[in-house]
């Protein structure tokens, strides 16, 4: 080795204090701030005075808890009286008492969609007759209860393989991190548009099946087909934050406790079913309660990507939610209101079910 | 989240990542597979996104073009020199010899199929229904039109057009006889059918209600009603099966006078030359001649009256046969006289005279071997060459015809077989710029971004003061308010919908970006995720500035806020995301387009221009690129900043 010359330490560079305009637009913003803060206490301080140190906590959180009763709690509440009013007025004091009516139409259907095969072969047009709107809304809760597992069930498979990879020592991880996540950040009318441009007829993906001489396929017209895509880019479009939050719990996980199975001699499986898992279930708790309560409002990309067509092969319960009060001839406001409670007590009822499992199963890994 | 890259200072990363180790030799199956997901996850994921902006830039025909090729290719156009449209006529000059002249006017379109020209039936066919032709018990053709058009050529060949794809039409011969119907079958209410019974001018339009059958019995003639276009509505250009290109000169009201946009008449090249064995085909104004000059190579002209037809060529004879039962409305002049000829009887051609054909409206005058002047009172006068060595660079237009009022038109039948089409790869922004006049891409764009930083701000604002309470204070009521917010994080806002909706028209919010930003900002994630992390500022900091005499709010906004910083920026990003992709609430709020936010003015879009998925393409990418521009620059702070959520 050649000898080095001496490194002389370059001298620390200091801030620029030269640049005038920065500077000036640096103090005229904390004394602008400041002006602003002082005129605001000037009316906290009497407020305070008023109500006290204690007081002002419900000042605080006043403003919140204003917007959050009237657009939410209250809203739930009314939910009830829709629920058991009928008519298609929008104003309650036009709309009649029904008692449970709506509650009963959602769920007397005579021809049970539920002993049709949901699958049903080709599940087109025509095969869905509106006897009864029942028939639409059992189809809507079955379609969602099958999309709800199969797509929390790819999600959580797909995320978690996902994030296991990029927390392996690979190159580039901050730029496959952000390629999962980028589909994130789409609305899910663009996720919907672009899938749709790949899957129509004269789409891309026909045009390689063409290519290889194979028939194409009516990817959107066929209802399993179609309904296998909607999983398809739910599950696209939303994995990565999954990923996300999955790959920070990996992280969070201490390496000693790696390093001590290798000493130990255990094969990479076993570490991941002993340590990885365990330890990450928390974070998959959080990952599978998200996502299922995601999973159960699917609307808007499918609104854009199918419509609910064929037939409804595709439709679930937020855009059935959405017909009967926002998109028919007929409003009918309180068969919404009703399907909206019904969907809330199940999504209250499988939360605590997640919750019930989930400390069942912290008690015997407890013991 | 440190990027853990090992000992890699000096070498090409790129060397380094094929020769990294794993604390072994090289790179071992399992990082092979790694790399593999990497990859394929990065073709899945991005995939669709490059494939949807590269389709953008294709141009309305490619976009459907089956299969789709990869890159945008545009045809070579150029423009035309000069659009004379004074003394009524066309005159489009090309960058070559020719010069497109006299176009007919008032001419019903014609579909030509080698030369036979024929009055034809057009159905208009929706995309996505089944059409079903039958001759008698026979199925000649079941499955998609694709939103193409069924032509009824002759009395027994029919020729399915497909919009999508017309080099793909079909053709069918139909065993037509007296006893066979015909029947067309399509599965919607929206199938138009015009019938015109051939002699007069009477036109019936059937519309066909749902499912019904259109039954044409041998005899009827059917003739189009395009020959007034509605305003909006492009003419097409057909390419039937039998390698003709038909250009069909179309009449936008014959009174009106339609303002062509010069900009809109660029054509394709192809390499085209008439030569041998072709027809050009010219049809006067009222259609009661045609003259046709087939075989360029041997000067023969043909008259077609509309009763009667001479053919005729130089050095030859005329032959003259009308049809039994025809009034003559036509008049044969030689050199200025009148010749007055029998049925069947025949004329010596000879080179010195002149004869002139008088039709209802047009005269016609013809010396053999020099051109053919057309005279006409409505478009005047014009000629066409009559040259043996006629050819031409035949420019296919994309999207619009030869289109004027009280203009005429020529017809070229090209043979298609002969056509390659001059591509190269080009990046249009065509679709762009069409898309924008319909999709107005700058006032949504400006309403969501309105509403996504209200929005964001005001949530922030507010859901801060509600965590600082419930953080750093003991009151009554306290954890029942915090109880309650946490159990609304499971109740989505799609479950109160219909209230909502109450709420918001009772306010007068209809229509108002203030109701898609106040319901929102209240959010129970907000609130939850501010007050975990406020918990961990410790409270000696607030104790000492009490004891300094500051006030609350003081406390608030210069303690706890800056102390905040990164949970503030966790809850920015989240809501810039919701409340920028926000779907179904701006949906029901929102019904007039002059306050549509990005999304719902996209979906709208998309619904109103169906099929045109050139122009919602573009429109797509459009809407894509605000986002991805700031994720572009701000990835590294947006995935750190949602991943550290799940931590708590």
Same mark, same amino acid.
């Given at each position: 080795?050649?000898?080095q010359?001496?490194?002389s330490?370059?001298?620390p ?14 103090w005229?913003a904390?004394?602008?701030?400041e002006f602003i803060i002082n005129?605001?206490?000037? $009316?906290m ?7 006290g140190?204690?007081?002002? %906590?419900?000042?605080?959180?006043l ?12 809203p739930m509440?009314?939910?009830? $009286?829709?629920?058991?009013?009928g008519s298609?007025a929008?104003f309650l004091e036009?709309?009649p008492?029904v008692?449970?009516e709506?509650i009963?139409?959602?769920?007397n ?12 072969e ?7 007759p ?6 639409r809304f %059992?189809?809507a809760v079955?379609?969602? %209860? ?10 959580i ?9 990029l927390?392996?020592k690979?190159?580039?991880r ?6 999962f ?9 663009v ?19 063409d290519? $290889? ?7 959107l017209t ?5 309904r296998?895509?909607v999983?398809f880019i739910? $599950?696209?479009s939303?994995?990565g934050?999954?990923?996300?939050i ?6 969070a996980?201490p390496?000693?406790l790696?390093e001590a ?12 079913r002993?340590?990885?898992?365990p330890l ?24 854009a990507f199918?419509g ?7 439709l679930y319960?937020?855009?059935y939610i959405y017909?009967?009060?926002?998109a028919?001839?007929?409003r009918r406001?309180?068969l919404a209101a ?17 919750l ?10 407890a013991? | ?5 090992q ?10 990542f094929f020769?990294?180790?794993n ?8 990082d092979?597979?790694?790399y593999l ?17 590269? !389709?953008?830039?294709?141009s309305?025909?490619e976009?459907?073009a089956?299969p789709p090729?990869?890159?945008?290719y ?8 000069s659009?004379?449209r004074?003394?009524g ?5 090309f960058?070559?010899l ?5 176009l007919?006017?008032?001419?019903d379109?014609e ?6 020209t ?6 208009e066919? /929706?995309?996505d229904?089944?059409?079903i032709?039958?001759a008698?018990e ?18 027994d ?17 139909l065993p037509?006889?007296?006893a066979?119907?015909v029947t067309?079958t399509?599965a919607?209410d929206?199938v ?10 009477q036109q019936t ?14 005899g009827?003639e059917?003739?189009?009603?395009q020959?007034?276009?509605p ?13 003709n ?8 009201g014959?009174e ?6 010069v900009?809109r008449?660029?054509?394709?090249l ?5 030569a041998v064995?072709t027809n ?13 000059l ?8 043909e008259?077609?009256f509309?009763?009667?037809?001479f ?5 030859e004879t005329?032959?003259?046969? /009308? ?15 009148a010749v007055?000829?029998e049925?069947? !009887?025949?004329?010596e &051609?000879?080179?010195?005279n ?7 409206t ?6 053999p071997g ?5 005279e006409?009172p409505?478009v ?9 060595d006629f ?13 004027s ?25 065509d ?5 924008v ?8 764009f400006?309403n ?8 964001t ?6 859901? !801060?003061?509600?965590a600082?309470?419930l ?7 306290r ?6 917010i946490?159990?609304?994080l499971m109740v ?5 919908l219909?209230p ?5 028209t009772s ?6 970006l203030?109701?898609v930003i106040i ?7 907000g609130?939850?995720?501010l007050?975990?992390y ?7 900091l ?10 609350e709010?003081?406390i ?5 806020l800056?102390?905040?910083?990164p949970?503030?920026a966790?809850?920015?990003i ?11 609430? /701006?949906k ?8 549509f936010t990005?999304?719902?003015?996209l979906?709208?879009?998309q619904?109103?221009?169906n ?6 393409l573009?429109?797509?990418v459009?809407s894509?690129?605000? &986002?991805?521009l700031?994720?572009?620059?701000l ?10 959520t799940g931590?708590k």
């Open positions: 080795m050649t000898t010359p001496t490194v330490i370059p001298p560079q200091r801030t620029p204090i030269h640049k005038w305009p920065g500077k000036i637009l640096y005229f904390i004394v602008v701030g005129l605001m206490d000037l $009316v301080q009497p407020l305070q005075r008023l109500v140190v204690r007081g002002m %906590a419900y000042v605080f959180i403003p919140n808890m204003l917007v959050f009763s009237i657009f939410v709690l209250f509440m009314t939910n009830f $009286v829709y629920t058991f009013t298609s929008l036009d709309r008492w008692g449970t709506n009963e139409t959602l769920f259907c005579d021809g049970s969609v539920l002993g049709i095969e949901v699958g049903g080709d599940g087109v047009i025509g095969q869905d509106l006897r009864c709107e029942e028939d %059992a189809r079955v379609n969602t %209860a099958v999309f709800v597992v199969l797509q929390v069930g790819f999600m498979g797909i995320s978690l393989l996902t994030a296991v990879i927390n392996r690979i190159r580039f901050g730029f496959f991190r952000s390629v996540f980028y589909p994130v950040l789409l609305s899910p009318i996720v919907a548009l672009i899938w749709r441009w790949i899957l129509q007829e004269n789409g891309l993906f026909n045009g390689i099946l290519g $290889v001489g194979l028939d194409t396929v009516g990817f066929q209802a399993n087909w179609a296998f895509w999983i739910s $599950v696209w939303l994995m934050f999954y990923t996300l999955l790959l920070a719990g990996l992280q996980i390496l000693e790696y199975a290798e000493i130990d001699g255990a094969s990479n499986w076993r570490k991941f002993g340590i990885t898992l990450l279930m928390p974070t998959m708790l959080v990952v599978i309660i998200l996502a299922s309560i995601r999973a159960v409002q699917v609307f808007d990309v499918v609104w199918t609910g067509a064929p037939g409804s092969a595709t319960i937020v855009q017909e009967n009060g926002f028919s001839a007929t406001y309180g009703a399907t909206s409670l019904v969907m809330a007590t199940a999504l209250i009822a499988f939360t605590l079910f997640q019930y499992i989930n400390r069942r199963n912290a008690l015997e890994s013991a | 989240m440190s990027e853990t890259v000992n890699t200072t000096a070498e090409n990363p790129l060397v380094s020769t990294r180790t604390g072994r030799g090289s790179l071992d199956l399992t092979m597979l790694t997901y990497l990859g394929l996850g990065t073709i899945v994921m991005f995939g669709p996104v490059a494939w949807l902006i590269l !389709s953008s830039f294709k309305e025909s976009v459907s089956f090729r990869m890159l945008p545009q045809p070579e156009t150029i423009e035309i020199e659009f004379n004074e003394g006529l066309v005159d489009l000059s960058d070559d020719t010069t497109l002249t006299a007919d006017a008032a001419t379109i579909i030509r199929v080698d030369g036979i024929s009055r034809v039936a057009v159905v066919i /929706p995309a229904e089944t059409v032709i039958r008698g026979e199925t000649l053709y079941e499955g998609s039109a694709a939103g193409g058009t069924l032509l009824r050529i002759t009395d060949e029919f020729m399915l057009l497909d919009a999508a794809d017309p080099d793909s039409s079909m053709l069918f011969t037509f006889t007296e066979d119907n067309i399509t919607t929206t138009r059918v015009f019938n015109r019974v051939d002699d007069g001018d339009v059937v519309h066909l209600p749902q499912s019904d059958e259109l039954t044409v019995t041998n009827e059917f003739l189009t009603n020959r007034r276009v305003e909006g509505v492009t003419p097409t250009v057909t390419i039937d099966e039998s390698d290109v038909t250009y069909i000169g179309m009449v936008i014959a009106q006078v339609e303002v062509i946009d900009q008449i660029q054509r394709s192809f390499d085209i030359t008439l064995a050009l085909v010219v049809a006067d104004v009222d259609d009661d001649i045609r003259v046709r087939n075989d360029l190579s041997l000067p023969t002209l008259l077609e509309a009763e009667a037809e053919l005729i060529n130089e050095g005329i032959v003259y046969e /009308p049809d039994d039962d025809t009034e003559i409305a036509y008049q044969l002049q030689i050199n200025g006289e007055e000829l049925p069947s !009887s025949s004329l &051609i000879d080179t010195a002149t004869y002139t054909f008088i039709g209802r047009s005269t016609i005058t013809w010396q020099n051109d053919l002047t057309i006409n409505v005047g006068s014009y000629t066409m060459p009559f040259d043996p050819s031409v660079r035949v420019a296919q237009n994309t999207g619009l015809n030869l289109i009022t009280e203009q005429p038109t020529i017809s070229y039948d090209v043979p298609l077989n002969q056509r390659t089409a001059i591509e190269q790869v080009e990046f249009s922004f679709n762009y710029t069409e898309g006049e319909s999709f107005n891409f700058l006032r949504y400006g969501s971004v309105f509403v996504t930083t209200t929005a701000l005001l949530t922030l604002f507010v859901n !801060s003061m509600a600082f309470a953080s750093k204070y003991r009151f009554p009521g954890n029942a308010i915090f109880v309650v946490i159990s609304t989505p806002l799609s479950v109160i219909v909502a909706f109450l709420l918001i306010l007068g919010w209809n229509n108002n203030i109701g319901p929102t900002i209240g959010t129970p994630t609130v939850f995720l007050r975990q406020m918990l961990t500022i410790p409270d000696e607030i104790e000492s500035a009490r004891i300094d005499g500051a006030t709010w003081r608030y906004l210069q303690i706890i800056p102390l905040s910083g949970a503030l966790v809850l920015a989240f809501s810039v995301m919701w409340r920028w992709n926000d779907f179904l609430w /701006p029901i709020v929102l019904t007039q387009s002059h306050v990005l999304q719902v003015g979906e709208s879009f619904g109103e221009f099929n045109q998925w050139h122009l919602i573009a429109m797509t459009l894509l690129l605000p &986002i991805t700031v994720f572009a620059f990835q590294r702070y947006i995935t750190t900043g949602i991943a550290t931590m």
